[in-house]
């Protein structure tokens, strides 16, 4: 395993900030995995599931068993890991631009395509090393000036030429899900790693709006390339990227970690960035649904929040999800489900304020347009 440091240029005078990447196996040999955690840096469960990934990864790579490449960073995200606020840790958005740090990244399709339109072919291969190679020399030409844009880019630069990318995050209180974009959804890869993952929701969507995520911004090149330039100089799905939330925020014991790195190992075989025949996939726990088909449940007013429902419970248009008390009136205000589908995610605050996100229910048909994502 070979250790890169990579500096980040410093945000005040003083102090300098890194991120660490690990490198395990070779570069060539078979696919690329970039596995990453904590962009959002108060979202831990990655860094545990990394802790016993590691050891697997030492001791394949020892017994000469790797037969591609895996890239971990196992602290996306020093700068958030550093928020701290009178004992609240910060870690979704910058402190100094407010910016999240999981949005705002590269169009790379809109960057690329007047460079590598006269240059593709009739031929995949062909295409894809031409992209790669644009995209490569598009990221070193790059000169960032914020800290933010400087971990943006490294992580750009670790991840661009990976055939998969997961980005390990998780979500408030919620099982298992994992985000796609839409034209990946039903690959094999895609299909494979919600398997290993036991992912009781998949949700995909064709750019989820205006300000793109890490894995949007890498998977989004080659579909969105593929539709600019045509039949004729066919573009393949290059990058499956996804966005996983390891459950809850608090999920981070000992056994789910163990559980979710056996799983990784066992989509490594699969991918055959491990030596040996892979088991055989575990059967779906779910069908992916559009992103677009996700009802978010809104607090109607102030209040405590009383929970009748734990995420992972399929839910009927009509159930009431949730009660909120106003303590001052007495009002009790019973939030419903207005579709069919999976109660996956709820708020780990018990608080609610107007309008606030309380909960989603992953449903099969899409009702939803524009911005699909919490900012
Ligand atoms: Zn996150």
Same mark, same amino acid.
């Given at each position: 395993?070979?250790?890169?440091?990579?500096?980040?240029?410093?945000?005040?005078?003083?102090?300098?900030? /890194?991120?660490?990447?690990?490198?395990?196996?070779?570069?060539?040999?078979?696919?690329?995995?970039?596995?990453?955690?904590?962009?959002?840096?108060?979202?831990?469960?990655?860094?545990?599931?990394?802790?016993?990934?590691?050891?697997?990864?030492?001791?394949?790579?020892?017994?000469?068993?790797?037969?591609?490449?895996?890239? =971990?960073?196992?602290?996306?995200?020093?700068? @958030?890991?550093?928020?701290?606020? $009178?004992?609240?840790?910060?870690?979704?958005?910058? &402190?100094?631009?407010? /910016?999240?740090?999981?949005?705002?990244?590269?169009?790379?399709?809109?960057?690329?395509?007047?460079?590598?339109?006269?240059?593709?072919?009739?031929?995949?291969?062909?295409?894809?090393?031409?992209?790669? +190679?644009? =995209?490569?020399?598009?990221? $070193? *030409? +790059?000169?960032?000036?914020?800290?933010?844009?400087?971990?943006?880019?490294?992580?750009?630069?670790?991840?661009?030429?990976?055939?998969?990318?997961?980005?390990?995050?998780?979500?408030?209180?919620?099982? $298992?899900?994992?985000?796609?974009?839409?034209?990946?959804?039903?690959?094999?890869?895609?299909?494979?790693?919600?398997?290993?993952?036991?992912?009781?929701?998949?949700?995909?969507?064709?750019?989820? @709006?205006?300000?793109?995520?890490?894995?949007?911004?890498?998977?989004?090149?080659?579909?969105?390339?593929?539709?600019?330039?045509?039949?004729?100089?066919?573009?393949?799905?290059?990058?499956?990227?996804?966005? #996983?939330?390891?459950?809850?925020?608090?999920?981070?014991?000992?056994?789910?970690?163990?559980?979710?790195?056996?799983?990784?190992? %066992?989509?490594?075989?699969?991918?055959?960035?491990? *030596? @040996?025949?892979?088991?055989?996939?575990?059967?779906?726990?779910?069908?992916?649904?559009? &992103?677009?088909?996700? %009802?978010?449940?809104?607090?109607?007013?102030?209040?405590? #929040?009383?929970?009748?429902?734990?995420?992972?419970?399929?839910?009927?248009?009509?159930?009431?999800?949730?009660?909120?008390?106003?303590?001052?009136?007495?009002?009790?205000?019973?939030?419903?489900?207005? #579709?069919? @589908?999976?109660?996956?995610?709820? +708020?780990? %605050?018990?608080?609610?304020?107007?309008?606030?996100? &309380?909960?989603? #229910?992953?449903?099969?048909?899409?009702?939803?347009?524009? /911005?699909?994502?919490?900012?």
């Amino acid at each position: 395993m070979r250790t890169v440091r990579h500096p980040l240029s410093p945000s005040t005078s003083g102090t300098q900030r /890194e991120l660490l990447s690990l490198h395990y196996g070779s570069a060539g040999a078979g696919p690329k995995v970039y596995i990453q955690t904590a962009l959002h840096a108060d979202e831990l469960p990655g860094m545990m599931v990394l802790h016993h990934l590691r050891h697997q990864l030492d001791t394949l790579e020892a017994a000469g068993e790797l037969r591609g490449e895996v890239v =971990l960073v196992p602290v996306a995200n020093p700068i @958030g890991l550093n928020q701290h606020l $009178m004992y609240a840790h910060l870690g979704r958005f910058e &402190l100094n631009t407010g /910016e999240n740090f999981n949005r705002h990244y590269p169009d790379f399709a809109t960057e690329l395509l007047d460079t590598v339109r006269g240059r593709l072919s009739g031929d995949e291969d062909h295409n894809r090393r031409v992209i790669r +190679q644009a =995209l490569d020399q598009w990221l $070193m *030409a +790059q000169r960032p000036t914020t800290e933010l844009a400087c971990l943006r880019l490294h992580l750009l630069r670790l991840a661009h030429d990976a055939d998969v990318v997961l980005d390990l995050h998780c979500d408030f209180e919620a099982v $298992m899900h994992l985000y796609v974009e839409e034209p990946y959804a039903h690959t094999p890869r895609a299909d494979a790693l919600a398997r290993c993952l036991g992912a009781e929701a998949v949700l995909y969507a064709k750019g989820s @709006g205006a300000a793109l995520c890490f894995d949007e911004s890498l998977s989004g090149l080659w579909w969105r390339l593929a539709e600019r330039v045509g039949a004729d100089t066919p573009v393949p799905l290059a990058c499956l990227s996804s966005t #996983i939330e390891l459950r809850g925020q608090t999920d981070v014991g000992g056994a789910w970690a163990r559980q979710d790195a056996e799983h990784l190992m %066992q989509y490594l075989t699969h991918l055959g960035v491990v *030596a @040996g025949q892979a088991e055989p996939l575990p059967g779906a726990r779910c069908a992916p649904t559009p &992103l677009a088909g996700v %009802q978010t449940l809104r607090a109607p007013h102030a209040g405590v #929040i009383d929970y009748h429902l734990t995420p992972g419970t399929p839910v009927k248009s009509g159930d009431a999800i949730a009660t909120v008390v106003e303590p001052m009136s007495n009002q009790a205000t019973a939030v419903r489900a207005d #579709i069919d @589908g999976l109660f996956f995610q709820r +708020q780990i %605050q018990r608080w609610a304020t107007p309008d606030m996100d &309380l909960g989603k #229910i992953a449903g099969a048909t899409a009702f939803k347009t524009g /911005e699909l994502l919490t900012p």
